[in-house]
């Protein structure tokens, strides 16, 4: 079964389930996200990705290995099925099988690389990632979202692209409009200063997890910015 043909899951009954076989001869499960994406995993592989998986799954935690035999099984409710699966693929010497890779899938793999500080798996894709995903930015008074300028802006930090780090910055700082209360906020689409559009958590809702990362970048890089002027 492939992540990418059914990357949902169903979410139902978990036993039930396919199984992502990330390692057909894995001896441990991680079910991730609302929809309760089930992945085969090896261990030992994940345990020497980072420093966080070798004290969660051989540390004094209720994600170590259980006693008598029993199914180990760890569940990651929070994370995104689609990114942390490439990273999967990419721990345990699969990059090749990755998928083609947007920008929305960069993001994702991105945000659980920084979680898990496991960002120089991406080393070895990174140049290709910066030469072929940057998004266009949309016109002004266009229905265009300029979310995909927020992951980017998210992405080459991620990669270490200072330089089209900073130019992202600038574009969207065109798009910063300071309410009544002094917030800085950024505007969803490049309308006009007083639409209503921002980019906030009821904007973002459809993001999940996502959304809290990208209001992170938003805030520190334009309220401390704006607020002054």
């Not at 090749?96 to 991406?122: C, G, Q, S, W």
């Not at 559009?197 to 973002?204: I, S, V």
Request: with cysteine; hydrophobic share 35%.
């Amino acid at each position: 079964m492939s992540l990418w043909d059914n990357p949902q899951g169903t979410g139902t009954n978990e036993s039930d389930q396919n199984v992502i076989e990330i390692d057909s001869d894995g001896d441990l499960t991680l079910i991730v996200g609302r929809t309760k994406t089930r992945f085969l995993v090896c261990s030992k592989a994940l345990s020497r990705s980072a420093a966080f998986w070798k004290c969660c799954l051989y540390g004094k935690f209720k994600e170590a290995k259980p006693a008598h035999g029993l199914e180990w099984v760890v569940e990651l409710p929070e994370d995104n099925p689609s990114g942390l699966g490439c990273v999967l693929l990419l721990v345990h010497g699969l990059g090749h099988n990755l998928p083609k890779i947007n920008l929305e899938l960069a993001f994702k793999i991105t945000v659980i690389t920084n979680k898990y500080d496991m960002t120089r798996f991406l080393w070895a894709v990174a140049a290709s990632w910066l030469e072929t995903l940057k998004p266009h930015l949309p016109d002004e008074g266009s229905d265009d979202t300029i979310v995909p300028q927020v992951q980017w802006l998210w992405v080459t930090k991620e990669l270490g692209d200072a330089q089209e780090h900073s130019e992202t910055l600038l574009d969207l700082s065109q798009m910063v409009s300071t309410t009544s209360d002094s917030k800085a906020h950024v505007l969803l689409r490049p309308h006009s200063p007083d639409d209503k559009a921002t980019l906030t958590r009821d904007t973002l809702r459809c993001y999940d997890a996502e959304r809290n990362v990208m209001l992170a970048v938003v805030d520190k890089s334009y309220s401390s910015n704006y607020q002054r002027h």
